[in-house]
């Protein structure tokens, strides 16, 4: 079958030809946050800039746990699929949207009810703490479609259809950079602006991602029968909470020393949100080659072909240390243009030396953090989830220690310096899991 690729196809084959639509629609969905940032600091300030900034590392944080629950939960609906076990499948899918939901509108109350209070906590300068409870705000209004939309790209890929969430992102992207312009230019709605804009593309593109999944499901021979199912959920729940917190690691991480940041002032804060954004760019490739592999573990453990899963790990090797060095020739010699993008005049001196700082730094390490996501992603495939926990909460430990420990006394430059410390310690702890070969055992 066509759609069952990534288990007889060439594993380089198999794992770019998943992959490559994974990045450009990641890269997308990261150029469109990126025009929010370039807008708002351009058209509205410096101040704007830092107050969206302020509270990027919370709402990363619940964008990991929609990723990480949509993976956890591919992975199930991956090795059915694999298995050719559709009743199954359709169970899984219509247990994880239905879970996702309720899960998604607590938070939001949760949210709308303590925004203040959580950005008071951050030490969100009083200058900008207006603007970034705005936006925080409207954010949560829109976490339904946020968690929505991610389950459904990662039940997509599952499949191995990572085509459809690839248009569905440009097209969201493309929509959210105009009314984006629209709103914050000619509407002159300011951060509120960003914000809404941000909302209306995703409610669009969730919804539209669940009315293609429901037509992709009826293809597929056999009827769902219940909708919810407590033995699937406590199967994808297994899974799915060990990569929330692996994709929340950095999230959280990043949250619990944007405290530390903001302790800088806006200034630093504008520039060192510019320079977060420049990396979520950078390790698209690297994430999407992790999720890669995860799908693909999981598709061909279900087919019984393990020795597929050790060939496409090492195919990942070569495909991630290009991708690090091609970053990293970017990187180093265009930086202040790069950083430039977001910040104007001569008062945002501080803010593009703070930036420029960051990147040039991270730009080195980028590979590190790639084998870490392909060692996390056969782990995750696997379902072999206690070591891959283990591994990202030492990851996360070491850079919140060395961050809130050192930055107050050397400087800002501590934050990013304890970075890729805690993705070396990550990746050494999947790696040496992987070799024991124990994951071959693991029954999601």
Known sequence: MEKEYLIHKRPWEALLIFALPMMVGNLFQQLYTMADSVIVGRFVGEEALAAVGSSYSLTNVFISIAIGGGVGASVITGQAFGKREYVRLKRSVSTALLAFLGVSVLLAAFGLACSEGIMTLLRTPGNIMEDAVVYLDIYFLGLPFLFMYNVLSAMFNALGRSRIPLYLLIFSSLLNVGLDLYMVCALRLGVAGAAWATLIAQGISAVASFLLFLRELRGLPGEGGVCFDRAELRRMARIALPSILQQSTVSIGMMLVQSVVNSFGSEMLAGYSAAMRIESICVVPMAAMGNAISSYTAQNIGAGRYDRVQKGYRVCYGIVAAFAALIC???????????????????????VETGVQCIRFMGWFYGIIGLKMISDGVLRGAGDMKPFTAANLANLTLRVALAVTLAPRFGIQMVWYAVPLGWAVNYLISFLRYRTGRWRSIRA
């Open 329 to 351: 020739l970017v990187l180093e010699p265009f930086a202040p243009p790069i950083i430039s993008l977001f910040l104007e005049g001569e008062d945002s001196r501080l803010a």
